[in-house]
């Protein structure tokens, strides 16, 4: 496993984000979908940075998979809070093709929310493959698979402090 982002490289990303967050909105209340679950370590980091009145929703999705393949998505939202006429920012880890996050932010939409803003952690851009682009990005990265910081590889490894490239051989090879 390599170090890509480390800890203090990362929370300054978070602090820079926040910054931009907090230009946008002032201390206009804003509700945060969280896209479960690897913006949990970003909405933490996040939402303690932000000084407007803040409410925190969860929605669910995954795409069906255990590995580093994407398939098809299926979103879960009965943990969502009500956002009519609010202004929301959705949240996600990363973006890679960006279906995840359109998808998602298609869904919001459809429930009727004041404006509608996207922020992630994370942001391949060779890979995008749909129109949206999102709002605020804490980090460009490169076309490498990445766990850490929210980020798993079959439901592991979120816990770690910093972001990290799993090489080819480490992928698929231990199940703990
Ligand atoms: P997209 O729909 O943009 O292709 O993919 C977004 C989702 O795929 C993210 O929410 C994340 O769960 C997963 N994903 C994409 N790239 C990576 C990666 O490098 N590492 C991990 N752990 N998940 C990724
Ligand atoms: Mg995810």
């Not at 984000?17 to 913006?39: F, H, K």
């Not at 098809?72 to 969502?80: A, G, P, S, V």
């Amino acid at each position: 496993m390599r170090i890509l982002l480390s800890e203090e490289r990362l929370q300054a990303g978070v602090d820079l984000m926040a910054e931009r967050i907090r230009e946008r909105y002032g201390q206009q209340p804003l509700t945060i979908v969280a896209i479960m679950t690897g913006s949990l370590v970003l909405l933490a980091d996040l939402i303690r940075r932000l000084d407007m009145p803040v409410r925190v929703s969860l929605i669910q999705a995954s795409s069906y998979r255990g590995g580093t393949e994407s398939g098809t998505l299926w979103i879960r939202d009965n943990m969502m809070l009500d956002i009519t006429g609010r202004d929301v920012l959705v949240l996600d880890d990363i973006f890679d093709t960006g279906k995840t996050l359109a998808e998602v932010t298609k869904r919001i939409d459809s429930m009727g929310p004041r404006t509608i803003a996207t922020a992630v952690l994370l942001h391949k851009r060779a890979r995008q493959q749909v129109e949206l682009n999102p709002d605020f990005v804490a980090f460009e990265i490169p076309d490498e698979f990445v766990v850490g910081y929210g980020l798993d590889y079959r439901d592991l490894y979120r816990n770690l402090p910093f972001l990290a490239v799993l090489e080819e051989s480490e992928i698929g090879a231990s199940m703990v």
